[in-house]
């Protein structure tokens, strides 16, 4: 056991170079400018014994879809967890918890918070559009992660660019917009990354403010920020301004998503590009702005290969959009026959027949199908934008009614 300590004063026990790639691995993967896994896997192979380092390639492999070598990594740093201080332990107990989908995962974590809250690493499980708190069954998720930070803002240092862009995100999220773009505004002065970068452009999508935002996203994605991962979502951001601000159009799209947008060329997570290449290719449906069928194709099949079951409700979303758009009867009844196996099988099965009447232009039969399921739309997770296109979809028919 070492006495060293993180950028936040946790102990940690390990010192040395693997501590510092380790750090290196973690401001990849809080930034969203890479995965992080290259220097997370360098520190686990300088430092076979460092837990909380197979901890976080556990994490960052599982976002980006490598789902048994996380298990792995997980594994390995179970096996090393009494060898660990108390907050390494609980660390790698909450994130355990996490992965395996155990009832009590968010309960563990904020027992653990309560007592780390400078603890960056178990923070970002909790908070966010993605976070337990999002998938936790609980409509007002929103609010309770801004309560949350709130809650731990005294432990934080006054300009942290990570926690002043998650305050930021979330009071956008609960309507607090104004608050939202000044503490935005610090963080990206802090760090102009993807993750501060994301959470100002944010703020400006939320403010319905599409010069700021697009000429925030513009002028990133000209510098060297070129090369983040948060490239793709921040792509889909702006494509969504011009979408809605009029200056889109087919060729803009095609374009767009052949250089941008493509599985194939995407650095990104696998959800993102899944659920960012659904709703693009929804909005510009919504816009009238038609589109290569193949870009439908790719996008679902994108998707069957990272979330070929049913069962997280943010990505099924995002499934049903992209077999409404492909128009096929063997799609449709493939994804009847395994939403029919849910338990909860009534939300999907509505919307999947809301957003099927809709591109068959039955607007009377897509808002019947689609005002029943809108209020419960905040169970699914994810951000206002990317939830909202299911109320887009509603006014949509309504205005054409």
Same mark, same amino acid.
């Given at each position: 056991?070492?006495?060293? &300590?993180?950028?936040?004063?946790?102990?940690?026990?390990?010192?040395?170079?693997?501590? !510092?790639?380790?750090?290196?691995?973690?401001?990849?993967?809080?930034?969203?400018?890479?995965? +992080?896994?290259?220097?997370?896997?360098?520190?686990?192979?300088?430092?076979?014994?460092?837990?909380?380092?197979?901890?976080?390639?556990?994490?960052?492999?599982?976002?980006?879809?490598?789902? #048994?070598?996380?298990?792995?990594?997980?594994?390995?740093?179970?096996?090393?967890?009494?060898?660990?201080?108390?907050?390494?332990?609980?660390?790698?107990?909450? *994130?355990?918890?996490?992965?395996?989908?155990?009832?009590?995962?968010?309960?563990?974590?904020?027992?653990?918070? !309560?007592?780390?809250?400078?603890?960056?690493?178990? *923070?970002?499980?909790?908070?966010g559009p993605f976070g337990l708190l999002a998938f936790s069954g609980q409509r007002d998720w929103r609010e309770?992660?801004?309560?949350?930070?709130?809650?731990?803002?005294?432990?934080?240092?006054?300009? !942290?660019?990570?926690?002043?862009?998650?305050?930021?995100?979330?009071?956008?999220?609960?309507? *607090?917009?104004?608050?939202?773009?000044?503490?935005?505004?610090?963080?990206?002065?802090?760090?102009?990354? +993807?993750?501060?970068?994301?959470?100002?452009?944010?703020?400006?999508?939320?403010?319905?403010?599409?010069?700021?935002?697009? @000429?925030?996203?513009?002028?990133w994605l000209q510098g060297t920020q070129n090369r983040s991962n948060m490239r793709h979502h921040l792509v889909?951001?702006?494509?969504?301004?011009?979408?809605?601000? +009029?200056?889109?159009?087919? &060729? &803009?799209?095609?374009?767009?998503?052949?250089?941008?947008?493509?599985?194939?060329?995407?650095?990104?997570?696998?959800?993102?590009?899944?659920?960012?290449?659904?709703?693009?290719?929804?909005?510009?449906?919504?816009?009238?702005?038609?589109?290569?069928?193949?870009?439908?194709?790719?996008?679902?099949?994108?998707?069957?290969?990272? *979330?070929? #079951?049913?069962?997280?409700?943010?990505?099924?979303?995002?499934?049903?959009?992209?077999?409404?758009?492909?128009?096929?009867?063997? #799609?449709?009844?493939?994804?009847? @026959?395994?939403?029919?196996?849910?338990?909860?099988?009534?939300?999907?099965?509505?919307?999947?027949?809301?957003?099927?009447?809709?591109?068959?232009?039955?607007?009377?039969?897509?808002? #019947?199908?689609?005002?029943?399921?809108?209020?419960?739309?905040?169970?699914?997770?994810?951000?206002?934008?990317?939830?909202?296109?299911?109320?887009?979809?509603?006014?949509?028919?309504?205005?054409? +009614?």
């Amino acid at each position: 056991m070492t006495n060293a &300590s993180d950028l936040y004063g946790l102990p940690v026990s390990n010192s040395g170079p693997a501590l !510092d790639v380790w750090l290196e691995g973690l401001h990849c993967a809080d930034s969203f400018d890479a995965s +992080g896994i290259a220097e997370l896997s360098k520190a686990v192979k300088l430092a076979p014994n460092f837990a909380i380092a197979h901890v976080a390639l556990a994490k960052q492999q599982m976002f980006y879809g490598y789902i #048994e070598l996380s298990r792995t990594s997980l594994a390995t740093a179970r096996a090393l967890s009494g060898e660990v201080t108390n907050r390494e332990a609980s660390l790698i107990q909450v *994130f355990d918890a996490t992965i395996n989908f155990q009832s009590n995962a968010l309960e563990i974590a904020l027992t653990h918070l !309560d007592q780390w809250p400078l603890d960056r690493f178990v *923070f970002s499980l909790i908070v966010g559009p993605f976070g337990l708190l999002a998938f936790s069954g609980q409509r007002d998720w929103r609010e309770k992660c801004l309560a949350l930070l709130l809650h731990h803002q005294a432990s934080w240092p006054k300009e !942290d660019w990570w926690y002043l862009s998650a305050l930021a995100f979330s009071k956008a999220e609960c309507g *607090f917009t104004a608050e939202a773009e000044d503490l935005g505004r610090r963080a990206w002065e802090q760090s102009a990354n +993807g993750n501060c970068t994301h959470s100002l452009s944010h703020i400006f999508k939320e403010q319905g403010n599409t010069t700021k935002g697009l @000429s925030l996203i513009k002028t990133w994605l000209q510098g060297t920020q070129n090369r983040s991962n948060m490239r793709h979502h921040l792509v889909w951001h702006m494509a969504l301004l011009d979408i809605e601000s +009029g200056i889109a159009d087919q &060729s &803009s799209m095609d374009q767009l998503y052949r250089n941008e947008l493509d599985p194939n060329i995407s650095q990104s997570m696998p959800l993102d590009i899944y659920a960012d290449n659904a709703s693009f290719l929804w909005r510009c449906l919504l816009h009238d702005i038609p589109l290569n069928n193949h870009f439908v194709e790719q996008t679902l099949s994108h998707g069957k290969q990272y *979330f070929p #079951e049913l069962g997280f409700g943010f990505a099924d979303m995002h499934r049903v959009l992209l077999t409404a758009l492909a128009g096929s009867e063997s #799609e449709v009844f493939e994804l009847r @026959s395994a939403i029919a196996k849910l338990e909860n099988h009534d939300y999907l099965g509505s919307l999947l027949d809301g957003m099927l009447a809709f591109t068959q232009r039955d607007f009377s039969a897509t808002s #019947e199908q689609l005002k029943p399921l809108l209020d419960d739309t905040i169970l699914l997770g994810g951000s206002n934008p990317q939830r909202g296109i299911i109320a887009e979809t509603y006014q949509m028919a309504l205005n054409h +009614g």
